[in-house]
């Protein structure tokens, strides 16, 4: 099947603007055009995953380009495509446990205000702290707190 331009963009939201861009900076090395429109096929969709996939992982444009070029290349290159992944999946899991931290000082203070609001002041939660809180929001604070 194949698709035009403005059917891409609808169907993952991305702008037109940024698709030409892809091509431009030859991520889809092997767009086809017919007298000068750009035609998608399912190979493309697939590319366009991967990358979209790739940016959301934190990679530049240009390591994403030598990605793609890897890709063409075939199997020569399975060792550098697995060391790139390899880094990605170390750097988004370190952000994943960032992101937990950040989660569990939101989870701790919503507890904490929630608490101050039904006891109407912070006298309670002052003589908890730090190490005198329900187990579950002692994990959320000691999360937070990097103990």
Same mark, same amino acid.
């Given at each position: 099947?194949?698709?035009?331009?403005?059917?891409?963009?609808?169907?993952?939201?991305?702008?037109?603007?940024?698709?030409?861009?892809?091509?431009?900076?030859?991520?889809?090395?092997?767009?086809?055009?017919?007298?000068?429109?750009?035609?998608?096929?399912?190979?493309?969709?697939? &590319? !366009?995953?991967? /990358? %979209?996939?790739?940016?959301?992982?934190?990679? +530049?444009?240009?390591?994403?380009? #030598?990605?793609?070029? =890897?890709?063409?290349?075939?199997?020569?290159?399975?060792?550098?495509?697995?060391?790139?992944?390899?880094? &990605? !999946?170390?750097? /988004? %899991?370190?952000?994943?446990?960032?992101?937990? +931290?950040?989660?569990?000082?939101? #989870?701790?203070?919503? =507890?904490?205000?929630?608490?101050?609001?039904?006891?109407?002041?912070?006298?309670?939660?002052?003589?908890?702290?730090?190490?005198?809180?329900?187990?579950?929001?002692?994990?959320?604070?000691?999360?937070?707190?990097?103990?």
């Amino acid at each position: 099947m194949t698709y035009s331009i403005g059917d891409i963009s609808k169907m993952y939201a991305i702008p037109v603007s940024t698709l030409r861009y892809y091509d431009s900076e030859g991520l889809l090395p092997d767009l086809q055009r017919k007298s000068g429109i750009r035609i998608f096929t399912d190979r493309e969709l697939d &590319q !366009l995953r991967m /990358i %979209e996939c790739l940016k959301k992982s934190g990679l +530049k444009i240009s390591e994403i380009r #030598q990605f793609m070029e =890897w890709a063409k290349q075939g199997p020569s290159t399975y060792q550098q495509r697995y060391e790139l992944m390899s880094r &990605q !999946l170390e750097s /988004i %899991e370190n952000q994943i446990a960032e992101m937990r +931290k950040v989660q569990a000082m939101v #989870q701790y203070k919503c =507890w904490y205000y929630s608490k101050a609001i039904e006891d109407g002041n912070e006298d309670q939660l002052k003589e908890m702290m730090p190490d005198h809180l329900p187990q579950d929001i002692q994990e959320l604070y000691d999360l937070a707190h990097d103990r």
